[in-house]
């Protein structure tokens, strides 16, 4: 997933995130991964809901991954730019727990 966002290929990445079957004792650094390169791809479709959907999962699994990774405050920022009304408040939730409030 890593390599085809860096090649610009956010459908690629979003095509393999659905393929991927995280099992349940999955750490939680393996899982925030996930959705963070997740949320990102889909941040770069324009898919706010599911961008949202998947930093809220990454925050659960490894809330320092919010707070910490780089990768996580670019999807941020750029949803926070589009300002979506429908999730204002989530959006300001993650925000603050980013750190980027």
Avoid: W
């Amino acid at each position: 997933m890593n390599i085809a966002i860096q090649l610009g290929h956010a459908d690629d990445a979003i095509r393999l995130a659905a393929e991927v079957e995280l099992p349940e004792d999955a750490s939680a650094d393996l899982q925030a991964l996930y959705y963070l390169t997740t949320a990102y791809a889909y941040s770069l479709r324009g898919a706010d809901f599911a961008a949202v959907f998947a930093l809220q999962q990454a925050e659960r699994a490894c809330p320092e991954g919010i707070r910490y990774d780089s990768m996580a405050h670019q999807t941020l920022q750029r949803l926070a730019r589009r300002n979506h009304h429908l999730i204002r408040r989530d959006l300001a939730r993650l925000l603050k727990a980013s750190g980027l409030d």
